[in-house]
């Protein structure tokens, strides 16, 4: 067997998975995105632009999902760094183990389940009926925003966490000392050293969350009540309800489409922070 | 023997679902959400250690799969069914008709029983996805049992394509304890309340033919309407109304029985349901109009085990059975054997059968309300507005 083909061989899976089960379904989406609703729902051949030019009718469906998945991202960023950051920096070596497990622990239940004691916890006999108790009253938490954006921050915490804290531990501590010595204040030290070190773990989190919340269908399904609508929503309905699946590919091309290019811009900026880094350590 | 040693028995299952029910999840939202209905169809078809023991398979075979609709049977009977022949009956529970025709046309397979509701069973028929019924299979149907008027629709082009299950209404359900004691009573005053001392408490259901219908009866239009500028006017009112509602949703029965909802579009048996168990919630029909329905049992062509769908379809229709079917589920029965054997208060429940001057304004859905493709579309960008 010759080198080529043994890698050849080693790539088959992945190759073949790859091809079944994303090129060949998307290309399908894609070419479904030309045709016509068939009378009676699901898609005839056809090539029209219509479904396209129609896309602006589910504008507020991007305009959450384009909102609400870097709001969600930069919320959980912002909890789960120092939460990383104490785990990695703080924490007793002793206690380590035990902290990280107890991270992972919520995985162990679907994220389905414990969307599901977000609808308790915040519907009307849950939080709100606490804060009457102190004295707010009528506040309700159930079916907002809100509500979608605490469920989203809880399940996707520990996708943040982890990537933050796995490039906090492989810090180097010998340089914090170094900085430290040279007369720079803790904040000075976090600022220059601990948190540019930290920018590869910080995007990887990033990206993880943010992609996963651009094509989030559940947690809006459980605790928007139907009405914080996300492009995942719209999608399962145009295929499930109105069976117009001509119209539904044409927004899932225009989801990935939206995606990509973000992705992209987002990579862009990581790298150049990258470069800037390398900049500054050259100095 | 060891049957049913190393698990729950399915009466305990089923009470167990129930009391989830009357808490605050239901099976309706759970499958609706995650698409377990069919999820569990194909896993049951292909998990050998989901199928029941076979020491008890009679000659039907030793399991049947019924798609059904939530809340919508008497677990008792399927036991009962089981004892009797030897086939365990499966049951996977839908949220909406368009739901069961768009897995069906997608060649979702593994169902022997269906429960489509009478607009449906042309489309499914056209479709090519269901079964002419021989009556010879099904000894307790009686056709002239049945009132015409819930029976006609399972017959296309005089072929027998279903049998009636039960009928029922699509009327509203308030709770009175915010109103002063007092229901409501017509579609006007439903919408005109959500946008006044009800906003953020009421709900509507996350299906296009009855949301969009009752939007159609506030104007005074058919609830049947696919006239563009009717329709126009629904879609305003509605989208007028979505940042005052609680949620689009047909899982109502949670959010009215915890209080966090006061007023939803309501189905006659959860009606009934609701107001069994809190009685400040009433059940009424809107004066304009409204939903009468009628749903039956059908089997579909890509059905494997038809003989156990035929049998346990002449189960269920043996009128001892219907009618421990209609206490459990609190739908109205159109088999005149079936009424004969209710106690006097279900057969005098104003629920269930409603005085006739409010059952003359109601519509029976149409074929055409459920595949317009402008009623689809009205309803997913009201959604996502």
Known sequence: MTHRTRNWLLLAPAGTWFLVMLIIPLSVVFIFSFGERAPSGGVVPAFTFEQYANLPARWTAFKNTMTLAPIGTLLALLIAYPLAYFLAVKANPKWKTILLVLVIVPFWTSILIRSYAWIFLLGGRGIPALLEWVGLEGIRLINTPFAVLVGIIYGYLPLMVFPIYVSLDKLDKRLLEASSDLGAKPWRTFLQITLPLSIPGIATGCMLVFILLMGEYLIPALLGGGKVFFVGNALVDLFLQSRNWAYGSAVAVALVAVMLITVTFYMRLISRLGASREDVSIM | ?385
């Open chain 2, 1 to 385: 023997m060891t049957k049913d040693i190393d698990h729950i028995s399915k009466t305990e299952f089923m009470e167990k679902l129930e009391s989830y029910r009357k808490g605050s999840i239901t099976r309706r939202h759970f499958l609706n959400v995650t698409g377990l209905g069919a999820a569990t169809a194909v896993l049951g078809a292909t998990v050998p250690g989901l199928r029941p023991s076979p020491a008890f398979a009679g000659n039907i075979g030793d399991r049947v799969v019924v798609a059904t609709w939530p809340n919508y049977h008497d677990p008792a009977n399927f036991e009962a069914f089981t004892e009797a022949t030897g086939a365990h009956v499966q049951v996977n529970v839908f949220g909406s008709n368009e739901e069961m025709l768009a897995k069906l046309q997608a060649g979702a397979t593994g169902w022997d029983v269906y429960v489509p509701t009478n607009y449906t069973i042309e489309d499914y028929v056209k479709e090519g996805l269901i079964e002419p019924l021989d009556t010879s299979k099904l000894p307790n149907y009686d056709a002239s049992a049945f009132d015409p008027r819930y029976a006609e629709a399972g017959s296309v082009d005089g072929t027998l394509y279903a049998v009636p299950k039960n009928w029922g209404s699509t009327g509203m359900a308030v709770n009175t304890k915010h109103n002063d004691g007092k229901p409501i009573s017509s579609w006007k005053e439903f919408f005109d309340i959500t946008m006044d001392k009800f906003s953020g408490r009421t709900m509507v259901h996350d299906y296009q033919l009855t949301t969009i219908g009752s939007a159609l009866n506030y104007h005074g239009y058919s609830f049947n309407s696919v006239d563009e500028k009717e329709l126009a006017d629904a879609e305003k009112l509605l989208i007028e109304v979505k940042p005052h509602l609680f949620a689009i949703t047909s899982d109502y029965q949670p959010s009215m029985r915890n209080g966090d909802a006061w007023l939803t579009i309501c189905w006659s048996g959860d009606g009934k349901q609701l107001n069994t168990d809190i009685p400040e919630i009433h059940y009424v029909l809107g004066k304009e109009g409204g939903e009468i329905w009628s749903d039956y049992f059908a089997i579909p062509k890509s059905s494997e085990r038809k003989e156990a769908g035929y049998a346990l379809i002449n189960f269920l229709l043996d009128p001892q059975v219907n009618a421990k079917e209609v206490l459990a589920h609190g739908y109205p029965t159109a088999d005149s054997r079936t009424f004969d054997l209710l106690p006097d208060s279900l057969k005098n429940d104003p629920i269930l059968f409603p005085a006739q001057e409010l059952l003359d304004p109601l519509e029976f859905g149409a074929a055409v309300t459920l595949t317009d493709p402008n009623r689809a579309e009205l309803m997913a960008r009201f959604k996502s507005a």
